[in-house]
């Protein structure tokens, strides 16, 4: 199977930055596409940024000029960084990823992380 493990989540004042990374291992062939999803409590989960194998790369609008998704393939890990924060952007971080070969907006993720928890003050 695969494990994801998430990292660096904290707490920032508005306008601050932070860069998250998830950590892929075990079948990580299993792992094309790769994503980042957010929640907070009462609200669904919900996608903020997917990258595939080849780089490309899907962003929600909220997220768009703010966040950039990368990844390096070698050491299985995908990161996101986020600048100009904003208190909505408070919640807990997932990384998912799945075997599609390609990433679109409503796909299933297979495997998923515990999460990292990213709070945002005004």
């Known amino acids: 199977q695969v494990q994801l493990v998430e990292s660096g989540g904290g707490s920032v004042q508005s306008g601050g930055s932070l860069r998250l990374s998830c950590s892929a291992s075990?079948?990580?062939?299993?792992?094309?596409?790769m994503g980042w999803f957010r929640q907070t409590p009462g609200k669904e989960r919900e996608g903020v940024a997917f990258?595939?194998?080849?780089?490309?790369?899907l962003y929600a609008d909220s997220v768009k000029g703010r966040f950039t998704i990368s990844q390096d393939n070698a050491k299985n890990t995908v990161y996101l960084q986020m600048n100009n924060l904003k208190p909505e952007d408070t919640g807990m971080y997932y990384c998912?990823?799945?075997?599609?070969?390609?990433?679109?907006?409503?796909?299933?993720?297979?495997?998923w992380g515990r999460g990292t928890q990213v709070t945002v003050s005004s």
């Open positions: 075990g079948h990580t062939y299993k792992t094309y596409c």
């Open positions: 998912a990823a799945n075997s599609f070969t390609f990433c679109y907006w409503g796909a299933i993720f297979d495997y």
């Open positions: 990258i595939d194998r080849d780089g490309g790369t």
